[in-house]
T-cell receptor, first 115, second 116 residues
Framework: AQKVTQAQTEISVVEKEDVTLDCVYETRDTTYYLFWYKQPPSGELVFLIRRNSFDEQNEISGRYSWNFQKSTSSFNFTITASQVVDSAVYFC????????????FGTGTSLTVIP | SAVISQKPSRDICQRGTSLTIQCQVDSQVTMMFWYRQQPGQSLTLIATANQGSEATYESGFVIDKFPISRPNLTFSTLTVSNMSPEDSSIYLC?????????????FGPGTRLTVL
């Protein structure tokens, strides 16, 4: 069975602080994809990143960085120098390669950046 | 990339009525998905909408309650039938882009449903 766990329900940081959002996943598949989505108060889901299970290189995009470690089944997301606009709910998700490709979402982490 | 639109964006409905939500994709896609997000919760997959065949429902969701149509490769509808206040949620559709591996999956803006 597929499962994604985001243990941090809510996080508050002061603007310009760095923050890391944790994501731990479970799957027996050898091929899968991991995603992060941002859901601002307006409600739409904004795609942030996709990573396949064969690529463990860390990725940096501006203030965002992702640390994928298969050994610990984790795919953590770090925001550097946080800004108020980063306030949102962030979801980590897993899709199977084999069938369906439906998403298995974590429960989300609500991030509040305080000015 | 793909642009996905949904109608209506929000609605307030009376108990016992039904609402049909439309999802339009600006390109042809093989698979479309319908999710529900209850207040303060994560997204839960309702069903996979396959073009040319019956939708595939996840455990806990049934066709009588959530009938789905997929008449072509760019459009799908989800009906929430015989609504109760427990159906108050955001309903989102998504489409898998990029062939079999679905390099990205895009989501519509969601339909906020309130049932009184």
């Amino acid at each position: 069975a597929q499962k994604v766990t985001q243990a941090q329900t809510e996080i508050s940081v002061v603007e310009k602080e760095d923050v890391t959002l944790d994501c731990v996943y479970e799957t027996r598949d050898t091929t899968y994809y991991l995603f992060w989505y941002k859901q601002p108060p307006s409600g739409e889901l904004v795609f942030l990143i996709r990573r396949n299970s064969f690529d463990e290189q860390n990725e940096i995009s501006g203030r965002y960085s992702w640390n994928f470690q298969k050994s610990t089944s984790s795919f953590n997301f770090t925001i550097t120098a946080s800004q108020v606009v980063d306030s949102a709910v962030y979801f980590c998700a897993l899709t199977r390669f084999v069938t369906g490709n439906q998403f298995y979402f974590g429960t989300g982490t609500s991030l509040t950046v305080i000015p | 990339s793909a642009v996905i639109s949904q109608k209506p964006s929000r609605d307030i409905c009376q108990r016992g009525t039904s609402l049909t939500i439309q999802c339009q994709v600006d390109s042809q896609v093989t698979m479309m998905f319908w999710y529900r997000q209850q207040p303060g919760q994560s997204l839960t997959l309702i069903a996979t909408a396959n073009q040319g065949s019956e939708a595939t429902y996840e455990s806990g969701f049934v066709i009588d309650k959530f009938p789905i149509s997929r008449p072509n490769l760019t459009f799908s509808t989800l009906t929430v039938s015989n609504m109760s206040p427990e159906d108050s949620s955001i309903y989102l559709c998504s489409a898998g882009i990029g062939g079999l591996t679905y390099n990205e999956q895009f989501f519509g803006p969601g339909t906020r449903l309130t049932v009184l």
